[in-house]
Structures are given as C-alpha cells and as structure tokens.
C-alpha cells in the first residue's frame, strides 16, 4: 500500500508514453483505496506500437533461440525474486486471495521457463530422413508481430503465457492486458525489459478492448493474436481477423 497512487503511462518502444486519459484503479475489497492510475491507449498509440515492433522484428527473429530463451529465464529469476511483490498487487488488484495469488505467481514462472526450453527444442528441429544426395531439413519460423489481449481472472500467468510463447518464437509482442488488471501487467513487461527484451519487441498498451483490443485486431501488420476472453469476444476476434485489410501481407493467426 506504500506505493499505492502512482501512474503507470503506456511503454512503446521502451519508452513511457502519457496520452492525457486515465483510469483510475481502485481494489475490489475497497473501491475508496486508489492503487493507482494507467494511461488510456488510444488507436494511434496502437499504430506507434506496431511500428516500433515492425522496427525491432527482424533483429528478434535472427537473435538466436537460446538467447530469446535466456532473456525469459532471467526474466524468470526476476519476477520469482519479486514473488511477493507481484503477488500483493493482485491481492490489491483483482481481489486474489493470497494462496491464489502466489499460485498465478508460480505459474507465470514455469511459463517463462518452459517455453524457453520448447524455443530451443524447436530450433533444432525434428529428425527428418535423409535421402541419399539430399539434405534435408525442417525449421520453424516466427509468423510476425503478436497481439497478446488477456483476461482478468489469471491476471499474471495467462498474459505471460501468451507473450512468453511469441517472445520465444522470435515474435514482438504487444501486450493489452484486461482493464481490471493493468498494474500487474504492467509489471510484467517491466520486468522483461529488465531482463533485456528489446524495447520494440514487448510493449504495453492498457486500454479499452473496443478500441485498443479491436484496432490490435485489425491492424494489418498484426499476424498473430493471442486472446484469452469471453465466448463472444472470441468469436468476434475471429470474425474481424478473417478480414484481408489493405496492406496485409499474410492470414493472420488467432490462438
């Protein structure tokens, strides 16, 4: 509660970014206690991000997969080195009870962790057969520029999840987390810029799902979203994402 009432501004390209709108955050238990402000993305502040990732992309995608993945595993170390921290904020936060809260802790560890190790795996690739006078080879490449929208029930460790695996894939992640749970998420790419995640390749764009999640969506530099959500926002998310926009180079890709 001591460091209760700060702002958390957007983080595009590594840089924090303060659009004038805030929401307030208050706890569940307690609406009068103000845990905090988070800055408001707008559609533009979603195209700033897309761009800065577009920048980073390409360098992401050669930086090899053992480096992606001890990028994570430090990151890993850091938040499990800030166990309670990350824990308090979604006692405060979301309204978590203690025992539930240090489990989501956990579990956004083990994340970072295993797919640090399924990135390396999957860069050696499967045995495939060789045929005399041949070589042949199988790789896995990144799909491009990641769309991460999370729930609030597992504020935590389904965002990280989701990010984790782009990240590790060599994909940019642009991460909307739910507007009930911002100050955690936040955290979270604090903590992956820390442990040397490119600025333009993990960024932070709270907000509105009608406008911030949806302009993610839509986007057509977006190749990949992530979401975890609603029957009917999913649904929705599929629907907008069949549609080939101008400038789209590829189908994009709803997990």
């Known amino acids: 509660k001591d460091a209760a009432g700060a702002d958390f501004p957007l983080v595009i390209d590594g840089e924090d970014v303060i659009t004038g709108e805030w929401e307030a955050v208050t706890c569940p ?7 905090g402000r988070v800055a408001r ?4 502040e979603v195209d700033r991000a897309v761009a800065a990732a577009r920048a980073t992309s390409a360098s992401w995608r050669a930086t090899p997969a053992a480096r992606r993945a001890q990028v994570l595993r ?7 080195a800030r166990r309670y921290e990350f824990a308090a904020t979604m006692v405060l936060e979301s309204a978590k009870p203690w025992r539930e809260a240090d ?14 190790g399924l990135a390396e795996e999957m860069a050696r690739g499967p045995q ?18 990641a769309a991460v929208i999370a729930p609030w029930n597992f504020p935590l460790a389904i965002i990280t999840g989701m990010t984790s695996a782009a990240l590790a894939a060599g994909c940019p992640a642009i991460l909307k987390p739910a507007e009930q749970s911002p100050l955690v998420a936040a955290q979270l790419v604090r903590v992956l810029l820390e442990a040397g995640v490119p600025a333009g390749a993990v960024q932070y764009l709270p907000g509105p799902g009608e406008a ?5 969506v839509e986007h057509p530099q977006v190749e990949v979203i992530a979401f975890t959500g609603s029957n009917a926002v999913g649904l929705s ?5 069949a549609v080939v926009r101008p400038g789209q180079r590829s189908v994009k890709r709803v997990i």
């Open 29 to 35: 238990a307690d609406p009068s206690f103000v845990l």
């Open 212 to 216: 911030v999640g949806r302009a993610l």
């Open 74 to 80: 430090d990151a890993a170390g850091l938040i499990e």
């Open 103 to 116: 489990g989501d802790v956990a579990e956004a560890i083990d994340y970072l962790r295993y797919y640090s």
């Open 237 to 241: 998310i599929l629907q907008a994402a």
């Open 128 to 145: 495939l057969v060789q045929v005399p006078g041949e070589v042949n080879t199988y790789r896995y490449e990144p799909r491009g520029i």
């Open 41 to 44: 993305a707008r559609p533009e």
